[in-house]
């Protein structure tokens, strides 16, 4: 069975900084991308940041909103993928998922072979 697990979410002041986690297990990890998504309340579902090709060295993305911000990076060793989400401000506020996906970040969202459950993040200015 494949799941992906999401943790580190919580409440934080704007300006202060978070760090998520996706455990996946149930697949070959370094075949996978990994890419972040957040839905904010009445806005559509939007990616983050994605990492693939994680087993030699890693390929990153980055929405223009958050570049500079966050950092995505994975500990293979681990099955685990990290978001560093720094400087946070209001509007970064919103349910986090991690995903999968066989064939590389640019995949379309609705093409990702599997999902977390989603955490929370919330960012009080």
């Known amino acids: 069975e494949v799941q992906l697990v999401e943790s580190g979410g919580g409440l934080v002041q704007a300006g202060g900084s978070l760090r998520l986690s996706c455990a996946a297990s149930?697949?070959?990890?370094?075949?996978?991308?990994i890419g972040w998504f957040r839905q904010a309340p009445g806005k559509e579902r939007e990616g983050v940041s994605c990492?693939?090709?994680?087993?030699?060295?890693?390929?990153?993305y980055y929405a223009d909103s958050v570049k500079g911000r966050f950092t995505i990076s994975s500990d293979n060793a681990k099955n685990t993928v990290y978001l560093q989400m720094d400087g946070l401000k209001p509007e970064d506020a919103a349910v986090y998922y991690c995903a999968a996906e066989l064939w590389g970040c640019h995949s379309p969202q609705g093409e990702y072979d599997y999902w977390g459950q989603g955490t929370q993040v919330t960012v009080s200015s």
């Open positions: 990492i693939s090709d994680s087993g030699t060295g890693g390929r990153t």
């Open positions: 149930g697949i070959t990890f370094d075949d996978y991308a």
